[in-house]
């Protein structure tokens, strides 16, 4: 089964209006942090936001909050106020077990083109 | 600051050469990865270091794939001999000890093997 399930190959908004980017993870750990990095054209992974499976309120960085659903097994990326520049792939990431295991597996990705 | 700089930016070699993929870490950054991004598998985690250490090399593929970290300034990637299917951008991150989560990729190398 895959760990991290993105169902969105490509999403588009409309500039200025919300975005949400769904995410769906399988672990059996209890402990475990989910992460959401963004690649635009140019290639390179840019860190967005991280939540940690203990933590009670949900994180925001930003225009970029995390819809965390425990219970669901949900992490989805919600973007505010959407702009041409965040046209671009984005990967939900989750890192299982405490400790020192820093080993990321990322989904496969959603295409976000923004439209003006 | 300078971020993450790989070197080359793009390879193209024929099968059976050997490659080296090179990483400079950001400056005081503790932990360093290697990942892989293809389109048929994504992006993969293929070994991490911990001030130069090798701590997980559980996705490194196969014999042919080796990293070495010789000092906290730089780590190498080497695939000898190279096949086709190693055709891949391979990405290097690094991260500090105080937030290893927040890794800062760098460029990528794109590889292309003939």
């Known amino acids: 089964a895959q760990k991290i399930t993105q169902t969105q190959p490509g999403m588009f908004v409309q500039e200025k209006e919300a975005v949400t980017l769904d995410c769906t993870y399988d672990?059996?750990?209890?402990?475990?942090?989910l992460f959401w990095y963004k690649q635009p054209s140019s290639g390179e992974m840019i860190f967005l936001i991280y939540?940690?499976?203990?933590?009670?309120q949900n994180a925001t960085e930003g225009r970029y909050s995390l819809n965390f659903q425990k219970a669901r097994k949900s992490a989805n990326l919600v973007i505010s106020a959407s702009q041409l520049g965040d046209s671009a792939m984005y990967f939900c990431a989750m890192r299982e077990g405490g400790g020192s295991n820093y080993k990321l597996t990322f989904g496969k990705g959603t295409l976000l083109t923004v439209n003006p | 600051d300078a971020g993450v700089i790989q070197s080359p930016r793009h390879e193209v070699t024929e099968m059976g050469q050997e490659v080296t993929l090179r990483c400079k870490p950001i400056?005081?950054?503790?932990?360093l990865f290697w990942y892989r991004q293809t389109m048929m598998r994504g992006l993969e985690l293929l070994i991490y270091?911990?001030?130069?250490?090798?701590?997980?090399d559980s996705g490194m593929p196969e014999d042919r794939f080796s990293a070495k970290m010789p000092n906290a300034s730089f780590s190498t990637l080497k695939i000898q001999p190279s096949e086709p299917r190693d055709s891949a951008v391979y990405f290097c991150?690094?991260?500090?000890?105080?937030?290893?989560?927040?890794?800062?990729f760098g460029p990528g190398t794109r590889l292309t093997v003939t």
């Open positions: 270091f911990n001030n130069n250490v090798p701590i997980d």
């Open positions: 991150a690094s991260s500090l000890w105080e937030r290893p989560y927040e890794q800062y």
């Open positions: 672990t059996s750990d209890p402990s475990y942090g």
């Open positions: 939540q940690g499976s203990y933590d009670q």
């Open positions: 400056s005081g950054h503790d932990y």
